[in-house]
């Protein structure tokens, strides 16, 4: 959100080192600016890379062992096996890209490792890394990160001062808190000499130029010449720079009023952000009113301590804290004690999280908690890893981990099945809250394949659910079956478990396991060809439209969309399927895109078995892979693809067919989704209802395609990449790509041209 100043010689030299090697460290001391040096580098670098450039945040993560599924969860690689070293090897053999592994330090070791099995096997793979300590790999390339260049003790007079980059960062950072303050005569010896003592450290600066609003360059240097005074008494080891960091940070913490310090101790226990209601639930009592929290937030955002995410997409406010002010507020609250107690606090409000998810799921808030989960991902990583990590506690993983079963599935199934297999091997009590655990690990267990693990443990849970007469247990049980028998090609047998299912759920009032239970039905009896598949999606339909449930109404439309696939009613099929994708894609659900586009694939296959069906049957496996998931490897399923295949590859010739079909394989998931959505297509008459209008004919007379006829309109509004990604929840990279597309056919060539010729037409 800062504008990016200096680092001219360190972004070239970045490039430089980058194009002769395929391994370059930045090492540098916290607050120095290696995360913006390798953000703006990647960025000036992304057209480089065919394949994309992919950011890894590892901040947050602190399991070593989950570094590869987050690696692949980053490049929406989510089918991976027991290895997913192995498999992200082999996934990026034949790609060529960029991957940036962002605060390496805590994680050397592993980074190493996987970063070496990388590169041997994908040649076409670079990464930049940032990290206080090098990784030690072969081949690694090295640029140390210096502090910005500043003034001398003797450059007081300089007529240049924002040659040094301290000093034009200090300006810049100053203008944005009093956009009147200016350099002057009076001011400028301060100045210059605070940029000198800060030692060009570009966090100590921001934290420095802050303070502007309520003191002079003067004032805030005096304060911090007392702060040095103080520091070096105490600590004459530490290295200069270090000094300088430490000074500013503590600096600030001292400014701030007794329940600020406390506040911002406590908030070092979340982990990527946090909304005001966390704060709240965790960081009050104990000298901080509830009331006030709001208050003492709006004061640590003053201070630049904590900063305000971008909220116009979210229903609430959310923060974050740089990780180096993290750290020191997490030494403060070690250090006064409270550590213990506001970890468990932390805990407890992502275990109440994770229930009332459970009890809302299927509900009209359905699709906000997806949203909000996903932004929560790394607290309840960190709400989970305490309970595993303390002896104990296992049994409070699996109350946050069991009840996000359905979280894990949209697109986390490896992660949320490792956290339920860890926590049930210390949750040994043959207590209920065992139960639900193994049902929930059994479940992600079938969709990764492990079907022998899931009939153990239904055999286990089986034995609970009787010892606790719990029929709602007995009827997510009977779902489990049902649907494993399903996958495994079993149908009679599925539909007998389902109907079972069905029957208790009903009974018990349960409308999620009566929902899923008919969803299951109808394509158990859709694979019979049985005529009752109609009636169970239109009834699993009317049932998630009853209860506004948006992501149990994408699956609902798949459903539907099947039904009307096999009735040879091809346009209400896309219409229904492209519909359920509109909804899936704002939650991210990947497992159900997957059941979308294969699904489309079968349309495609069935109406014009051509190249354009090849692809988007290759697309398919794209998708799949990306969600994590198995079930296009299934009987039933499988069954299907390989008719389409079939279909397609005797129209075609096998030539033409695997040339498309690997096309299609090699796709994004941004790529597949398009094609599924025709977005090569003219204006889509089944567009679902919502959806932004097709732009005018003018749109289509340039050869835009829909997807571009949307995004001229964006842009005739005046809506920037950024915007219009959000706007249609697509990536930035394939936002750009589509407005070059548009500039290219329009043969125009800036965007304020796309505005004033097309304009005029577009409705608004």
């Not at 994708?581 to 159900?592: A, N, R, V, W, Y």
Request: glycine share 8%.
């Amino acid at each position: 959100m800062t504008s990016f100043v200096g680092r001219r010689r360190e972004l070239t030299e970045t490039r430089r080192l980058l194009s002769a090697s395929r391994l370059l460290t930045l090492t540098g001391m916290g607050g120095v600016g290696k995360t913006r040096l390798a953000l703006r580098t990647a960025a000036d670098l992304r057209r480089t890379f065919p394949d994309g450039v992919w950011f890894v945040e590892l901040a947050s993560l602190h399991d070593p062992q989950l570094l590869p599924h987050t690696v692949a969860n980053t490049l929406d690689l989510r089918q991976v096996s027991a290895n997913p070293a192995a498999d992200l090897a082999e996934y990026l053999e034949d790609k060529r890209l960029l991957v940036v592994l962002d605060n390496c330090e805590h994680l050397t070791d592993a980074c190493a490792v996987l970063t070496s099995k990388l590169l041997a096997a994908a040649p076409g793979l670079q990464v930049l890394a940032t990290s206080r300590h090098v990784l030690g790999v072969e081949g690694e390339q090295i640029l140390p990160v210096p502090p910005l260049s500043s003034p001398d003790e003797d450059a007081t007079e300089t007529r240049e001062p924002r040659r040094y980059e301290s000093v034009a960062l200090f300006l810049d950072r100053a203008t944005a808190v009093t956009p009147d303050f200016q350099l002057v005569d009076a001011n400028r010896a301060a100045v210059l000499e605070l940029c000198r003592r800060l030692d060009g450290i570009p966090l100590a600066i921001e934290l420095a130029a802050v303070w502007l609003r309520t003191l002079t360059p003067a004032q805030i240097l005096e304060r911090l010449e007392d702060r040095f005074a103080l520091l070096t008494s105490g600590r004459n080891a530490a290295p200069a720079r270090q000094r300088a960091l430490d000074t500013a940070i503590g600096w600030s913490f001292d400014l701030c009023s007794p329940a600020e310090r406390l506040l911002w101790a406590r908030l070092s226990v979340f982990v990527g952000g946090f909304d005001l209601e966390a704060a709240e639930d965790v960081c009050s009592g104990g000298g901080i009113v509830r009331d006030d929290v709001l208050g003492l937030i709006a004061g640590l955002v003053t201070k630049s301590i904590i900063t305000r995410q971008d909220g116009t997409s979210q229903a609430s406010s959310r923060y974050q804290m740089l990780e180096t002010l993290r750290q020191y507020g997490a030494a403060q609250l070690v250090e006064s004690g409270d550590a213990p107690d506001i970890h468990h606090r932390h805990r407890d409000h992502y275990r109440s999280l994770a229930q009332q998810f459970g009890r809302e799921s299927f509900s009209a808030l359905q699709a906000d908690w997806f949203l909000r989960l996903r932004r929560e991902h790394d607290n309840v990583r960190a709400a989970i890893d305490l309970c595993l990590e303390t002896p104990g506690e296992s049994s409070a993983a699996l109350d946050i981990a069991a009840p996000l079963w359905n979280f894990w599935f949209a697109g986390f199934l490896r992660e949320g099945h490792r956290y339920l297999v860890r926590a049930l091997e210390g949750a040994t009590a043959p207590d209920l809250c065992r139960a639900y655990g193994l049902w929930a690990a059994s479940y992600l267990s079938m969709f990764a394949g492990e079907f022998d693990r899931t009939h153990t443990m239904l055999a286990e849970c089986t034995d609970l659910a009787e010892q606790f007469d719990d029929e709602l247990l007995r009827g997510r049980i009977d779902e489990c079956r049902g649907h494993a028998a399903m996958y495994q090609g079993d149908l009679p047998g599925a539909c007998v478990l389902l109907e079972s299912g069905l029957s208790r759920f009903r009974a018990v009032g349960d409308p999620l396991g009566e929902f899923d239970t008919l969803l299951l039905l109808s394509a158990a009896a859709f694979f019979m060809d049985d005529p009752r598949t109609e009636e169970f999606s239109e009834q699993a339909l009317a049932l998630a439209a009853r209860h506004g449930a948006l992501s149990s109404k994408a699956y609902a439309l798949w459903s539907v969309g099947i039904v009307r696939w096999s009735q040879g009613r091809l346009d209400e099929a896309r219409r229904a399927l492209r519909q359920s994708i509109s909804l899936f894609e704002p939650m991210h659900d990947l497992t159900g895109l997957s059941f979308d586009v294969q699904a489309l694939s079968w349309c495609a296959a069935l109406e014009a078995p051509d190249e354009r069906a090849a692809r988007l049957l290759g697309a398919s496996q794209a998708v799949w892979r990306a969600s994590g998931a198995k079930v296009d490897e299934t009987t039933a399923y499988g069954m299907f693809d390989r008719r389409s295949e079939d279909a397609v590859r005797e129209a075609l010739g096998d030539t033409l067919f695997e040339k498309a079909f690997a096309e299609g394989a090699a796709s994004s998931l941004d790529q597949a989704l398009g094609l599924a959505k025709g977005d090569d297509e003219g204006p889509d008459q089944g567009a679902s209802d919502g959806e932004p209008p097709p732009a005018a004919d003018v749109g289509t007379a340039h050869g835009l395609t829909r997807r571009e006829q949307e995004i001229a309109a964006l842009i005739a509004q005046g809506l920037s990449n950024r915007e219009i990604a959000a706007r249609l929840v697509i990536s930035s990279r394939t936002a750009e790509t589509h407005v070059g597309n548009i500039l290219n056919k329009l043969g125009l060539t800036s965007r304020a041209q796309v505005a004033s010729r097309l304009g005029q037409h577009w409705p608004h």
